[in-house]
């Protein structure tokens, strides 16, 4: 079984401020990392994907996220946010084995002029 | 290209109705799933198929039924319409493990 915790259920910040929006899991054996957007109204899009190999990866859209395999965390950073990034924001892992997605229950990233 | 194809976009149903959500996807993947999302939660899987013929249950399956007859077409049926089922609902396709998920735009039930 897996689980995935999102640390922070919302997140303020300003314009062209960094942002970082945590993510751990749990399993008891080896997956595959992805973060998700959501903008209003939407289905969810890919923002990156960790299947192997280096452990940062980059996204659209400038975001990028480091895989810490010892603290099993994923969490996602941009360096300079724009308004345009405001959406909901999910983690999610799948069993290597499987084809089964679990969800975070996502962060709301909120970014202020 | 069309991708992940849900209908209808909204529906309101009475308590105790039956409905079928429609789902089909052009991108010839073996895996689709049915997720629900309620407000301020994740997404929760409700049924998943990884090829023709071949369905099983996710975390929430009660209240509800699929069928995979093709490699293209998911449907969701609801049988005997609950409040707790009001929710909106994503289908949502791989190609592989190792794959994204391609979803649709959602599907907003109301059962009142």
């Known amino acids: 079984a897996q689980s995935v915790t999102q640390l922070d259920s919302q997140v303020p910040v300003f314009e062209e401020a960094p942002v970082e929006l945590r993510c751990n899991y749990s399993?008891?054996?080896?997956?595959?990392l992805f973060w998700y957007v959501q903008y209003p109204n939407q289905g969810l899009q890919l923002l990156l994907k960790?299947?192997?190999?280096?452990?940062l990866v980059k996204g659209i859209n400038g975001f990028e996220a480091e895989f810490n395999k010892s603290q099993t965390s994923f969490h996602l950073r941009k360096p300079s946010v724009h308004i345009s990034d405001t959406a909901e924001y999910f983690c999610?892992?799948?069993?290597?084995?499987?084809?089964?997605?679990?969800f975070g229950d996502g962060t709301t990233l909120t970014v202020k002029p | 290209n069309a991708g992940v194809t849900q209908t209808p976009k909204f529906r309101i149903l009475k308590i105790g109705q039956s409905m079928t959500l429609q789902c089909t996807q052009d991108m010839n993947h073996n895996y689709m799933y049915w997720y629900r999302q309620d407000p301020g939660m994740g997404l929760k899987l409700i049924y998943y198929s990884v090829g023709a013929g071949i369905t099983d249950k996710g975390e929430v399956p009660n209240g509800y039924n699929v069928s995979r007859s093709t490699t293209e077409d998911f449907p969701l049926r609801l049988e005997l319409a609950a409040p707790s089922q009001t929710s909106v609902y994503f289908c949502?396709?791989?190609?592989?493990?190792?794959?994204?998920?391609?979803f649709g735009e959602g599907s907003r039930l109301t059962v009142l």
């Open positions: 949502a396709s791989i190609g592989g493990p190792r794959g994204e998920l391609f």
């Open positions: 999610a892992v799948r069993d290597t084995n499987a084809g089964k997605s679990t």
């Open positions: 960790y299947l192997s190999g280096s452990t």
């Open positions: 399993s008891s054996v080896s997956v595959y």
